[in-house]
């Protein structure tokens, strides 16, 4: 293996560059991890996969590692305020979210209330005209003349029309 840089600092180095890609080239690797040869890449890589630094897929005949998921190095002091507004960022969309979320139950449940409200005067009504219907049936049954020969109709009255 090339001695040029030690082992944590190329995984903080592929983390970086797992951070940007999801597909990395071997001539970027090679590069940036300062290796000599595809072998010394190769088996840094597969050391980092083992040892559960990385998850991805070695593709020798495309050239390419793909990755799949990776362990996050160290933060560079310097990037620590960008990290914190992204975090800030990230907290001011949430409790946007929370609050519309909690606008749209409460909405929900004032329609809830009122359809149920509507839903129980419909049915007091139901219930006061059944009552009503039953009390009129009750005192005032239909009055039906019968004789020997079955039940006769009402006379109808006829108006008279008065000419001049």
Not at 89 to 117: C, G, H, P, V, Y
Not at 121 to 132: G, L, S
Request: aromatic share 6%; proline share 5%; glycine share 2%.
């Amino acid at each position: 293996m090339s001695a040029s840089i030690d082992t944590p600092t190329r995984r903080a180095t592929l983390s970086s560059l797992a951070a940007d890609s999801s597909v990395l080239p071997y001539s970027v690797l090679r590069e940036n991890l300062k290796f000599a040869t595809e072998d010394e890449l190769e088996s840094f890589l597969i050391a980092a996969v083992y040892d559960g630094y990385i998850k991805g897929e070695i593709d020798p005949q495309n050239q390419q590692f793909y990755v799949h998921d990776f362990a996050v190095g160290k933060v560079d002091p310097a990037q620590l305020p960008e990290v914190a507004n992204t975090l800030a960022q990230w907290i001011e969309r949430a409790e946007q979210l929370i609050t519309k979320m909690e606008a749209n139950i409460d909405d929900s449940d004032r329609k809830l209330f009122e359809r149920m409200n509507c839903e129980r005067a419909v049915e007091e009504a139901i219930i006061t005209n059944r009552d009503a219907a039953r009390t009129a049936e009750v005192s005032d049954p239909p009055k039906v003349s019968a004789s020997v020969d079955g039940p006769k109709e009402p006379k109808r009255l006829r108006s008279r029309v008065l000419r001049r």
